[in-house]
């Protein structure tokens, strides 16, 4: 049994993989899972999902009501300011106008026959044939055809304005992004005006409106890097930035969300309005660090491995080490602290590390860390000598027992990270 499990050690080593070595010692062999410790960056995220949208956007309406004669863009047509974008049948709004035009024609006429009053009146009081209340009532029938003119002017004003809002035009410079209208179509502008088309501004630089929840809140703030991606492109990253946060709390279920703006480029144009963001904004970075993956610290290791490593002697300087945050000079016996480089000392906690030295002896240490990204965990501090990129240490141990004896075709053996009857241990 024992050649078996060399054999097995040697192929595993031969091939060039550190995933898996088993243990020579016992009569059942122990198979470890690594994780390796590597160098580079590691980030803390706050999560949060939005739509992205335009930065700028305009919807077009009507003032006025009326059926739609024609229309002259469509869906994805870039327009500039002014451009006519679609006509109101005018029909109506003419006759409006004409109707207009002919009361200022009499208005105008009923105000010259009442200066012709006025000035009547006004030589004959002055030669005294007329008394001063004929003279004051020529002055009142001059005022009021002169009101009535006026208001006939308005009126004509306002027919032909409405006449020229039968022409609907572009305000902005932008891209169609809404059509909601077709010919035939009467749009009723009588309570509010209707939605005829919206346009975006600008589709090189875009945002995301994302909810945060309001634990996350207070990590938050302009300037923050963001990662996101889109589920139209599931392998690929995009960047942004932080560009507001929003006061306005939003409750739905008992839930309080707050609004993030984030800025995107998106000179490519592969991103398109409505787009549904998964996001990661950065709250801490720690780079060029010592990393480890979380199931390295998660790992518990056996009764029989703890024994192992008592009896090297070493346990009471691991344990020291990694609550001080120190390590010790040999010579000395000095406590200096070992930090990793980019690492924040003081954060996270502390942690095991199991491992295997270069004669293939069973180790751990005790580690500071830090940072985490949910998936691997920085190193803040160890002892010195110990960690290094590239090293392999335990995740996970699978003991495989003695084939068992049972004749119950239906009863599998047991397999465990501990072993059988054995239990979970710290270290």
Do not use: C
């Amino acid at each position: 049994m024992k050649h078996k499990i060399w054999i097995a050690g040697a192929l595993i080593v031969a091939m060039g993989t550190a995933w898996g070595v088993t243990s020579r010692s016992g009569t059942a062999g122990t198979t470890y899972r690594f994780a390796e410790v590597t160098r580079g960056d590691v980030e803390s995220t706050v999560t949060a999902t939005g739509a992205v949208q335009a930065t700028e956007t305009v919807e077009v309406g009507t003032q006025v009501s009326g059926q739609i004669a024609e229309l002259y863009v469509d869906f994805n047509d870039r327009v500039e300011a002014g451009r006519l974008l679609a006509r109101i049948d005018p029909a109506i709004l003419e006759q409006e106008v004409r109707s207009a035009q002919v009361s200022i024609a009499r208005n105008q006429a009923e105000l010259d026959q009442a200066r012709r009053e006025l000035d009547r009146a006004t030589e004959l009081h002055a030669a005294q044939v007329v008394a001063v209340g004929e003279l004051d009532a020529a002055e009142y029938r001059f005022a009021l055809a002169d009101a009535a003119y006026q208001s006939a002017e308005i009126s004509l004003e306002r027919a032909e304005s409405n006449l020229e809002y039968t022409e609907i035009r572009a305000p902005i410079d932008g891209v169609v992004i809404a059509r909601n209208v077709e010919v035939g179509q009467t749009v009723a502008a009588s309570l509010s005006a209707p939605v005829l088309f919206v346009l975006a501004h600008d589709l090189e630089q875009m945002e995301i409106l994302a909810s945060v929840d309001e634990s996350d809140i207070g990590q938050i703030a302009a300037g923050q890097e963001v990662h996101f991606s889109v589920q139209a492109y599931p392998n690929r990253n995009f960047e942004g930035t932080v560009r507001q946060v929003r006061l306005q709390a939003k409750t739905q279920e008992n839930v309080v969300t707050y609004s993030v703006v984030v800025a995107v480029g998106n000179e490519n144009g592969e991103l398109l309005p409505g787009m549904t963001a998964t996001l990661g904004i950065v709250i801490d970075k720690a780079e060029d660090i010592l990393a480890v993956p979380n199931t390295a610290l998660r790992f518990r290791a056996t009764d029989e491995m703890q024994e192992a490593v008592a009896m090297t002697g070493d346990t009471a300087q691991s344990r020291s080490a990694a609550a001080t945050g120190t390590r010790a000079r040999p010579e000395t016996g000095e406590q200096r602290p070992e930090r990793a480089a980019g690492a924040t000392a003081g954060s996270g906690g502390v942690g095991t590390l199991w491992y295997l030295d270069e004669a293939g002896g069973l180790r751990a240490t005790r580690v500071r860390t830090g940072l985490s990204d949910g998936v691997q965990t920085v190193i803040v501090s160890a002892p010195e000598g110990v960690l290094h990129e590239g090293l392999p240490v335990i995740a996970a141990v699978t003991t495989a027992s003695a084939p068992s004896t049972t004749d119950n075709p239906f009863q599998a053996p047991r397999q465990g990270q501990g072993g059988p009857g054995q239990r979970p241990g710290g270290f």
